[in-house]
């Protein structure tokens, strides 16, 4: 499966089979996470990897009772240290740059989860002080999100998504593509119906026009 067609295939996934996950497939998920990007290659990121009935329980009880969770036979919660990037780049290292980062390194393993044949799902609503209490952090670790892992038993359907020419500008804010074909390749057969579209009725409305202004000219004419 090639990177692009994992993009295009992943789903959010909250149903698993009652089946483990082989411990290499784990560290492999791990290891996209690690290769993520990161401001200075700080790599302010910690994953814990929680696989106990229990504390699988608890956290999915913080995560706002999202029972669906408690399928998954693995957590990955991705924790962060924000104030290892607040001594190089202040508050917009802790506050930006650190949930950034975490977040390329979530997307990484999500990717990574469904390369391998597994299912996953990015949790990112829970109580925080929670899950601070059942992992044990300290108290200047940030909890970043919970990556749930297993064998799907599921099959969404993929979710609506906007065009691509719905969602890009060139140059600036709402900037006109002056050349749709040149900038979009294949992308841009809607964009260029579109404009063929419109030229064949912006001639239809000029020739409609031309022919009542030629009939009123020749009309005053005849007087």
Known sequence: MDVFEAI???RSIRKYKDKQVPWDNVVTVLQAGKYAPSAGNLQNWKFII??????RKSITKACLQQEWMEQAPVFIVVVSEPKKAERYYGIRGARL????ACAAAIENMLLTAHSLGLGSCWVGAFDEHEIWTIL???EDISVQGVITIGYADEVPQPPP????EHVMFFEKWWGRIESPKTHLGYWS???MRAVDEGKKLAKKIHKKVTEKVKQKISGVRNK
């Open 97 to 100: 740059y650190t949930i950034q």
């Open 50 to 55: 929680v696989k106990s009935d229990a504390k």
């Open 8 to 10: 295009r295939t992943r």
């Open 189 to 191: 057969a809607f964009n």
């Open 161 to 164: 998504k906007a065009r691509i």
């Open 136 to 138: 044990g952090l300290p």
